[in-house]
């Protein structure tokens, strides 16, 4: 019975074992084929992700910097009618011929207001692109020959400083940063203000001057240890009412007294 068994009931045929092993193999790789091509998808789309992310940010932030410039320059009328009637009486209080001329543009105001608007269409309020004859022609003949008594230089009455309120980013306190104000130049010797703050006639400090009051003022701020961690590089500055990013002096130039900011500093 033993030697008439059949070679089949020995133990399974060699060639077959073998085709299992290459199926499972072939198997394997295919499978390791497809999850690399899922990392790759991932990471693609990680990449894109990140991309879009950064291209939104700069268009929000051109964005606000516009909409920073259109508010500057509507903020400019009322800074641009001040230089001119601090120019004016600048004038007039030099004497002659122009300055009578000027005293009496001065005490009419139907007179003073065209020549502010004659001023305001030329695009320049401080620099006054103005002729005598222009005056004249803006000037009634009564108010011409009218004399009057020497007008006073008109000064800015605004505060020379200004205060803001800062916080370092992850506290929750708030320290009292001071900035001064620049009080304008003289119409007839120097350049006019172009960064105005509040309307009181001051120039607004510029950014470089804000950012070193900050670092200066969170110098003294003490670590873990009690020591001051002394002066530190400042990253950003934004404005909390509003997320306003104060980066450059026509972001200065919308700050106020009393702002809220919050301060990034680079680590030590």
């Known amino acids: 019975m033993e030697q008439g068994a059949s070679p089949s009931a020995q133990g399974p045929e060699e060639p077959k074992s073998d085709l299992g092993q290459r199926c499972e193999a072939e198997g394997g790789e295919r499978q390791a084929s497809e999850e690399e091509q899922k990392r790759a998808a991932i990471r693609q789309q990680a990449e894109a992700d990140l991309a879009m992310f950064h291209e939104r940010r700069r268009r929000e932030i051109e964005e606000r910097r516009q909409q920073n410039r259109k508010r500057a320059e509507g903020a400019t009328s009322e800074a641009e009618a001040q230089a001119i009637q601090g120019a004016l009486a600048g004038e ?6 122009v300055g009578a001329l000027l005293q009496a543009v001065m005490s009419n105001p139907s007179a003073a207001a065209a020549v502010q608007q004659a001023v305001a269409a030329a695009g320049s309020g401080a ?3 103005l002729r005598v004859n222009e005056l004249l022609a803006a000037l009634p003949q009564s108010a011409a020959a009218a004399p009057s008594a020497p007008l006073a230089p008109v000064t800015p009455s605004g505060p020379s400083q200004f205060a803001l309120r800062v ?6 306190s708030f320290r009292r940063v001071v900035v001064g104000r620049a009080a304008p130049e003289a119409a007839d010797g120097g350049p006019s203000a172009e960064r105005e703050g509040g309307g009181d006639g001051c120039k607004s400090p510029s950014f470089t001057e804000v950012e070193c009051s900050v ?4 110098r003294s701020v003490r670590g873990p240890d009690g020591s001051e ?3 530190r590089r400042l990253v950003t500055l934004v404005r909390i ?3 306003l990013e104060v980066a450059d002096d026509e972001d200065v130039a919308l700050l106020q ?12």
């Open 257 to 268: 007294d009393g702002d809220e900011l919050e301060a990034t500093f680079a680590a030590l």
């Open 229 to 231: 961690v002394g002066s």
């Open 127 to 129: 620099a006054l692109p």
């Open 167 to 172: 916080r370092e980013a992850g506290s929750a």
């Open 241 to 243: 009412g509003d997320c």
């Open 92 to 97: 007039a209080s030099t004497g002659g011929a």
């Open 215 to 218: 670092c200066a003022k969170f």
